[in-house]
């Protein structure tokens, strides 16, 4: 029997707006699953169960005096642990803030609060948000819905499989080099990377940067359009953020749904030769295959991205020493050992070999800005391999081919976030394994509300279809499965950290 927390964001705010459901009910309900289903998952790290039901009893009440007017209202948010919130612990995945609580929220927080959304809990994420597998060594694991025992991806790992499980219908996450995207695919959900400056971040360290974005997580497009509507809004906040441009967020609430047969639609499962597994190429071939056989006007791109790692490498570093360079001299040698890489790496760069990044960036930027010339979309795979245990911070090999360091395996996102355009990562369906599958659909620079238009009309066709549509996570099977992801996991990242 389905409950309140299992509706989607936008029939759950439609309930409460016409007084056919309580944010108190919705709240619950979202409360409930968490203590159903978080002791195996391990997705909410952080709670803060009677403050969110104070909430809701003023949501309520507000609705009752017709003063309900955010775009969130009454709306249970999970908000990943990366970012601050006000009175409630905010450690960034690591011991070294374990006891840390905020004196203020931080902009993308206050955002979701000023339009009327209900903090439900935190989210977890590995060590300051550095990797794809969502693991550390304060709460350990988190686990895949579909596969406890698999990862969730990362770094937005929990906030992934929170929105999954519906434990929230809303969640908030960060995106470097993958981070919304490889766990949205990993779990079935969907996760918008805006053009940079979109969503404001006032913490950035960065003046211009394609890193350190931060963006929605939802069970649809619609959804995700939603949540974005608040958090991309305008506020004294978000001019702390030179990045920061002119936007009409309320454009995100009307997602307009283009027909399939109008679109010209490329793709490339590739990117010239990035590293991915035959599983994977196999069903992207399968669902290009789907949309060619629904109407679809599509066909193969010829982009290389090949040199865009490389490039991420030496921009990451660089990102890294920014960030560090005060703090790093008081973590010890049980850190996580990817920041540490990171920050080696930047200090051994040369200014040369930084400078030498950037301007092949622009050129990067420029390769994939021609292709939409001639098509409205670019659809690829969204990693390179299925989901592995999370006891391994990353992927060994791809197919029998070794991978050198914990970003290798991550070319599919991580040469997008070297050219900086909006990508919407969705939901295809499962692989062979039972597993999610999802896909990336890029768009134009400052495109947003186009690309998210034409991936719901994707997403409508993948919905009919029993390869393409992702079912809801089977709960028995959650309950059935061992809860080890913390004692276990906890265990897997000291050992990894040494």
């Not at 996760?191 to 350190?212: D, F, K, L």
């Not at 992207?284 to 006007?297: D, H, P, V």
């Not at 990171?342 to 994939?368: C, D, M, N, P």
Request: proline residues 6%; glycine residues 8%; hydrophobic residues 40%.
């Amino acid at each position: 029997m389905n409950q309140p927390c299992d509706l989607g964001a936008h029939e759950a705010r439609t309930a409460i707006l016409n007084g056919e459901l309580s944010p108190v009910e919705l709240t619950q309900s979202c409360l409930e699953r968490i203590d159903e289903l978080n002791p195996t998952l391990n997705a909410v790290v952080g709670r803060c169960d009677e403050d969110a039901l104070d909430k809701a009893r003023a949501a309520e009440a507000q609705i009752q005096a017709g003063a309900a007017t955010g775009v969130l209202h009454g709306l249970p948010v999970a908000i990943k642990d990366l970012q601050a919130t006000q009175g409630l612990v905010t450690t960034y995945g690591t011991e070294f803030y374990k006891d840390h609580v905020p004196t203020e929220d931080s902009g993308i927080v206050a955002r979701v609060k000023a339009a009327g959304g209900i903090v439900i809990g935190k989210t977890n994420i590995p060590e300051m948000s550095i990797g794809a597998n969502t693991i550390n060594r304060i709460f350990g694991a988190t686990g895949n819905p579909y596969a406890p025992s698999l990862t969730c991806g990362g770094s937005s790992g929990g906030s992934a499989v929170a929105v999954a499980a519906h434990m929230a219908p809303l969640a908030t996450g960060s995106d470097h080099g993958g981070s919304l995207r490889i766990p949205a695919s990993f779990c079935g959900v969907v996760g918008h990377r805006a053009t940079p400056g979109t969503v404001p971040n006032e913490a950035r360290t960065i003046t211009q940067t394609n890193y350190s974005l931060q963006g929605p997580m939802a069970r649809s497009v619609d959804d995700v359009g939603l949540l974005l509507a608040a958090i991309a809004m305008r506020d004294r906040s978000s001019r702390q953020d030179p990045m920061s441009f002119p936007l009409d967020a309320s454009q995100f609430l009307a997602i307009d749904t283009p027909a399939l047969n109008s679109l010209d639609i490329g793709f490339t499962d590739d990117f010239g030769g990035l590293p991915v597994s035959d599983d994977v190429r196999k069903a992207f071939a399968q669902r290009i295959e789907y949309l060619e056989g629904r109407g679809a006007r599509i066909r193969q791109v010829p982009l290389d991205l090949t040199d865009a790692i490389d490039v991420d490498w030496q921009l990451r570093s660089d990102i890294f020493a920014t960030q560090y360079h005060r703090e790093i001299e008081s973590f010890d040698d049980t850190f996580n050992p990817n920041v540490f890489r990171s920050y080696e790496t930047a200090l051994s760069t040369s200014v040369l070999a930084i400078a030498q990044a950037r301007r092949r960036q622009k050129e990067l930027f420029e390769t994939v800005d021609r292709v939409f010339d001639e098509v409205d979309v670019v659809l690829c795979p969204t990693v390179s391999v299925p989901p592995f245990p999370w006891v391994s911070l990353h992927p060994r090999e791809i197919d029998d081919s070794p991978v050198e360091n914990y970003m290798a395996w991550l070319g599919l996102t991580s040469c997008l976030t070297v050219v900086g355009h909006p990508v919407t990562a969705l939901p295809a369906g499962l692989d062979r394994n039972g597993l999610p599958f999802g896909v990336q659909c890029v768009g134009p620079m400052y495109e947003d509300l186009n690309l998210l238009g034409i991936a719901k009309s994707l997403e409508g066709h993948f919905g009919e279809s029993a390869l393409c549509a992702t079912p809801t996570p089977d709960r028995s099977q959650i309950l059935q499965s061992d809860p080890q992801c913390q004692t276990l996991g906890r265990n897997a990242a000291i050992a990894a950290a040494k």
